[in-house]
């Protein structure tokens, strides 16, 4: 048994039937699966967190088109290693071969030169491009080769296909099916996998090859009792990753400092990547400390530029010092909570007509049909304020933004409450 591969390799699937989740994607009718089926796929970029399957798809297209396939991983792979694939690659056109396939996995850890090395390839057709990658590609892709590159996001898989997925090991994998396992309760598998295919494959063997027997109950205090210990290592590119940001953020959103520096000490040690921390940072002085103390933004940003230019080891000291600010600092998410209820409004109302008086009026006839009539030009009028409707006429007087308990916003609730009188609630 521990001559075979692990189970998560043991289930990939070999054919889009098989394959689990992307129904957006793959299912009947869907976008890539046309182009697949269709024999004619541009390069891609697959972005999604780990375990959904990225790897798994960038294999079933080759397998599917019957192409040459090439593989390399971002993480041991450099310049020198593209442009020899890319040179077998052309070989294989010449020789009147198919397109080959070049899949590159976490591309976004290849450098600017790096990926400069793959844009001739690409323009020139000589490779199929397939990058997987867990980051925001307009962050960490070139946009020279970003644009040459049809974005796919993949999504976590939902309780149902990955409850399926274990009922499927199960019943057809070659060491689990002649065992009698039942699975009693999903909720601990489901809750430590985070939607990670990979992940909750890898759990559910580690429990099965600890419990070393024929005949096996699996209970929620089983799974916590016998993996949860086992969990504890960081690992940048796997399957801590996710779970170690989330409590970095946690305990910042918390206010407190001591948890989030020890999340930053596991990271920094695990090898993570500084700029994705300053970025996490970036977004979360935003969306949890906001308008209590705006200060913060500016700091993250300052954080995020010092760490881009100082690089590692030093930037660990600015990150500690913003992590600390962040966490010490008032929270607020009401800006967050704005913009989500204002998305909310225009899904349920739709494209609602902008008042006249605030509409643009850049030719005669829209000023004669009543554009811009009677708007009132703000800084004419005393304390900068003139009270007129901005909101459309159905959803008039709609409270979007409501101020954060903390004294920064209470003063911007104060003057919203003495400019708009009983208008707004405040």
């Known amino acids: ?62 397998e599917s088109l019957h192409r040459p396939f090439f593989a390399l991983s971002a993480i041991n792979s450099g310049v020198k290693e593209v442009r020899e694939v890319i040179e077998k690659a052309s070989l294989l056109k010449k ?26 390839a690409v323009e020139k057709g000589i490779v199929t491009l397939i990058g997987a990658t867990t980051e925001n ?27 399926g997925l274990l009922q499927k090991a199960i019943q057809t994998d070659a060491v689990f099916s002649t065992k009698k396992i039942v699975v009693e309760e999903y909720e601990a598998l489901i809750r430590l996998s985070g939607g990670d295919a990979r992940k909750l494959l890898n ?25 949860q210990q086992n969990m504890a290592l960081y690992d940048k590119a796997g399957e801590q990753h996710y779970d170690i940001i989330s409590a970095f953020i946690k305990s910042i959103r918390g206010s407190d400092p001591n948890a989030a520096v020890y999340w930053l ?21 935003s969306e949890d400390v906001g308008n209590a103390n705006p200060n913060a933004l500016l700091l993250a940003n300052n954080c995020f530029q010092a760490v881009n230019v100082i690089g590692w080891p030093e930037s660990q000291i600015i990150l500690s010092q913003t992590v600390v600010y962040l966490a010490t600092s008032p929270k607020s998410n009401a800006s967050y909570e704005a913009i989500s209820k204002a998305q909310q409004l225009v899904a ?59 004294p920064a916003e209470a003063k911007s609730k104060e003057r919203l409450k003495a400019l708009w009188k009983e208008k707004y609630g405040y």
């Not at 307009?138 to 296909?161: D, G, H, M, P, W």
């Not at 559910?204 to 993996?227: H, P, Q, R």
């Not at 000490?265 to 002085?285: P, Q």
Request: proline content about 7%; overall charge negative; glycine content about 8%.
């Open 95 to 120: 020789g009147g071969q198919p397109q080959p396939i070049l899949f590159i996995d976490e591309i976004h850890r290849f450098s600017k030169s790096q990926q400069d090395s793959l844009l001739g």
């Open 348 to 406: 349920q109302t739709g494209d609602l007509p902008v008042p006249l008086h605030l509409r643009n009026a850049p030719t005669k006839f829209m000023k004669n049909i009543g554009y811009g009539k009677e708007y009132q030009y703000a800084h004419a009028f005393e304390g900068n304020f003139a009270e007129q409707e901005y909101l459309p006429e159905t959803i008039s007087g709609t409270k979007l933004y409501e101020p954060g308990n903390n």
């Open 265 to 285: 000490a596991r990271m920094t040690a695990g090898g993570e990547d500084a700029l994705f921390i300053a970025r996490r940072l970036l977004i979360l002085a």
């Open 1 to 62: 048994m521990n001559n075979l591969p692990p189970l998560a390799e043991r289930m990939r699937p070999k054919s889009l039937d098989d394959y689990a989740g992307q129904r957006h994607l793959v299912g009947p009718g869907a976008v890539l699966r046309r182009a697949i089926e269709s024999g004619n796929i541009p390069s891609v970029i697959l972005w999604g967190p780990p375990g959904v399957g990225k790897t798994t798809l960038a294999g079933i297209i080759s």
């Open 137 to 163: 590609p307009s962050f960490e892709v070139i946009s020279a080769l970003l644009s040459r590159c049809q974005v796919y996001i993949l999504k976590n898989l939902t309780e149902q296909e990955l409850t």
């Open 203 to 227: 759990i559910f063997e580690l429990l099965v090859n600890a419990l070393d027997s024929e005949e096996i109950t699996i209970t929620n205090k089983l799974v916590l009792d016998n993996v």
